[in-house]
């Protein structure tokens, strides 16, 4: 009962996560808040991790009988990629993407400026970013499964990743509205998430 418990706990914050910034809520929220709208990536940011760490806290304390006991070397090759995923993770983040964005800040450096700034219909393909669409997503994904020992750590995985899955393809479709055949040739040429699964036309 209690693993369905949290299964049902963690697709809710997923569902609602997700929502709040879907394509639908947030054209709602633009046109209700108008200027002010530069101040939603902020609160969407602040709301998800408010409501993230109590359930972090609350799974963690729900189950604590570890069913999974990694070797020696097993243990090396997990440390190697749960670091090299932070590392990936980071570097994505503070060097592929624009971090300022993210947060909603450079939005609210923005705010009340009479000039709108154009989106550039350009899409970066360096660095990780040449190798896969969402590096964060993947290196999110092995950081999260390298992270396993607990019966409650399968199942919060296992809606994670699902999760994770679905809202790229939703953000994909969002992608694509934006860039139009720009980001459609991006996706014939790079990879989703999983790097190197695309064979290049000759």
């Known amino acids: 009962m209690k693993y ?6 963690w697709t809710g914050y997923c569902a609602l996560h997700s929502y709040l910034i879907s394509i639908r809520f947030t054209n ?18 602040l709301i998800s ?29 997990r440390y190697i990629l749960i670091y090299g995923s932070l590392f990936m ?10 971090s300022l964005s993210f947060f909603g800040i450079r939005q609210i450096f923005n705010f009340g400026k009479t000039k ?10 360096s660095g990780l970013l040449g190798i896969m669409r969402h590096p964060m997503y993947f290196a999110l994904i092995i950081y999260l499964w390298c992270q396993t020992s607990k019966m409650a750590d399968l199942v919060v995985n296992l809606v994670l990743t699902v999760y994770i899955i ?6 994909e ?3 694509v509205l934006e860039f139009g055949e720009t980001y459609i040739q991006y996706q014939k040429e790079v990879p989703m998430i999983i790097p190197f699964t695309k064979v290049k036309a000759k």
């Open 166 to 171: 679905i809202g790229t393809i939703l953000e």
């Open 89 to 98: 993770f980071f570097w994505a983040f503070f060097f592929d993407y624009d």
């Open 28 to 45: 709602l929220m633009n046109r209700l808040l108008k200027k002010y709208y530069a101040f939603y990536r902020l609160f969407y940011i």
């Open 49 to 77: 991790l408010f409501l993230l760490i109590p359930l972090i806290n609350y799974t963690g304390q729900l189950d604590n009988e570890v069913i999974i006991v990694y070797g020696h070397y097993l243990d090396i090759l």
């Open 4 to 9: 369905l418990l949290i299964t049902l706990m």
């Open 173 to 175: 479709k969002k992608l």
């Open 116 to 125: 709108e700034l154009k989106s550039s219909n350009e899409i970066k393909k």
